[in-house]
Nanobody, 117 residues
Framework: QVQLVESGGGLVQPGGSLRLACAAS????????MGWYRQAPGKQRELVARITYGGSTNYADSVKGRFTISRDNAKNTVCLQMNSLKPEDTAVYYC???????????WGQGTQVTVST
């Protein structure tokens, strides 16, 4: 089993920044991919950004140029730096760790991000 614990969510004004962090523990398998997904009320969960063990990244078009994902393999952590936040970024953000070969993985419990005046 793998446990994922997120932190860093909160309320921020439009144009502001937040940094999300996720720490993984337990039976972490090698060659994993870590990522962030989000789910807004009434919408499906969607990919925000993901990063391979080797550091390759991909982002949703809606966050490119504003969000940056990074990871520390030694500490089993992944972070999401979110800049220039917009109201439409409001959602529950979930951390995920999965096998790059099978796609099988684990979810964190989620952290709320609210962008509002």
């Amino acid at each position: 089993q793998v446990q994922l614990v997120e932190s860093g969510g909160g309320l921020v004004q439009p144009g502001g920044s937040l940094r999300l962090a996720c720490a993984a523990s337990g039976s972490i398998f090698s060659g994993n991919v870590m990522g962030w997904y989000r789910q807004a009320p009434g919408k499906q969960r969607e990919l925000v950004a993901r990063i391979t063990y080797g550091g390759s990244t991909n982002y949703a078009d809606s966050v490119k140029g504003r969000f940056t994902i990074s990871r520390d393999n030694a500490k089993n952590t992944v972070c999401l730096q979110m800049n220039s936040l917009k109201p439409e970024d409001t959602a529950v953000y979930y951390c995920r760790l999965e096998s790059q070969w099978t796609g099988y993985g684990y979810w964190g419990q989620g952290t709320q991000v609210t962008v509002s005046t």
